[in-house]
């Protein structure tokens, strides 16, 4: 199974960009896809984006479309979410995960998680 930290959380005011990074070690990177999700105070965690191990198929949730761009470098063993635009509706702890098998938005689908990275966006 993968471990994964991730890095690259902060505060920034709205409108900045923070990217964030989602580092693997133990099997073998390429072969998952990757996934980023958030948890809010309160709140469900929810998808943000995924990208297959390939790189060839992302997928973003409705809300970050225009804004973050998801992307891997299989040589590194690292997976990034670039964040523009951001807002205080932003403001989450920011999960990384991993999986065998295709694309999902199901959390419950992932296999290993990160600790988490938290963002705060001030208004």
């Known amino acids: 199974q993968a471990q994964l930290v991730e890095s690259g959380g902060g505060l920034v005011q709205a409108g900045g960009s923070l990217r964030l990074s989602c580092a693997a070690s133990?099997?073998?990177?390429?072969?998952?896809?990757m996934g980023w999700f958030r948890q809010a105070p309160g709140k469900e965690r929810e998808f943000v984006a995924g990208i297959s191990w390939s790189g060839t198929m992302i997928a973003y949730a409705d809300f970050v479309k225009g804004r973050f761009t998801i992307s891997r470098d299989n040589a590194k063993n690292t997976v990034y979410l670039t964040m523009n635009s951001l807002q205080p509706e932003d403001t989450a702890v920011y999960f990384c995960?991993?999986?065998?098998?295709?694309?999902?938005?199901?959390?419950?689908?992932?296999?290993?998680w990160g600790q988490g990275t938290q963002v705060t966006v001030s208004s």
């Open positions: 133990g099997r073998t990177f390429n072969n998952y896809d």
């Open positions: 995960a991993a999986k065998d098998g295709n694309l999902s938005y199901d959390p419950a689908r992932y296999d290993a």
